[in-house]
Each structure stands twice: as structure tokens, then as C-alpha cells.
């Protein structure tokens, strides 16, 4: 198994705008395929691939993600990335 790295000084907040009802819940799907577990509900924790982070969600349209833990050879970036790429498709369903 791989090293996971906590982040205490790196990722930062990763922030979406125009989250709708529909784009956060297909995001989520998308994560869960991806093997990400998202916990029930606006906020809570994501978990999988040696990623874990906190989301938070107000409902109607700003979504934060902020990466706690990644694998060594993972950078922020990388996450950021996958991230933005999910919402872009969820915003095209």
C-alpha cells in the first residue's frame, strides 16, 4: 500500500461556484464510480485512492473541497484537476 501524505501545509481550499442541486449530485456519482466515498448529505468527508478530504456544499451553489490526506505521489494539482474535470462534465450532464 501506498504513503499518504498529510496535508498540513499544502492543497488549498478548492472552491466551485454555480454548483446546482443536480451538478452536486452528479458529482458525487462521479465520485463514487471513481472510488471515491462521499459521506450523505452537504457536508461531510470524501474517501478513497488515498485521498481524503472534507466538502462542504451551501445548498444552492458553492461547493469547498479541502484535501486533508493524498498519496505521495499525488500533487494537489492532480486532485484539483479530476475535481474541476467531474464538474465540468456534471455542469454538461
Not at 60 to 75: D, F, G, Q, V
Request: some cysteine.
Amino acid at each position: 500500500m501506498g504513503e499518504r501524505k498529510i496535508d498540513t501545509e499544502g492543497c488549498q481550499g478548492i472552491k466551485f461556484r454555480n454548483v446546482t442541486p443536480d451538478v452536486f449530485s452528479c458529482m458525487k456519482q462521479k465520485l463514487q464510480a471513481y472510488g471515491i466515498e462521499t459521506s450523505p448529505g452537504d457536508s461531510g468527508t470524501l474517501e478513497g485512492n488515498g485521498i481524503v478530504a472534507h466538502f462542504s456544499w451551501d445548498g444552492e451553489a458553492n461547493l469547498l473541497i479541502e484535501i486533508k490526506e493524498r498519496p505521495l505521489t499525488t500533487y494537489c494539482g492532480q486532485v484539483s484537476g479530476k475535481l474541476r474535470a467531474f464538474l465540468r462534465e456534471c455542469q454538461g450532464y
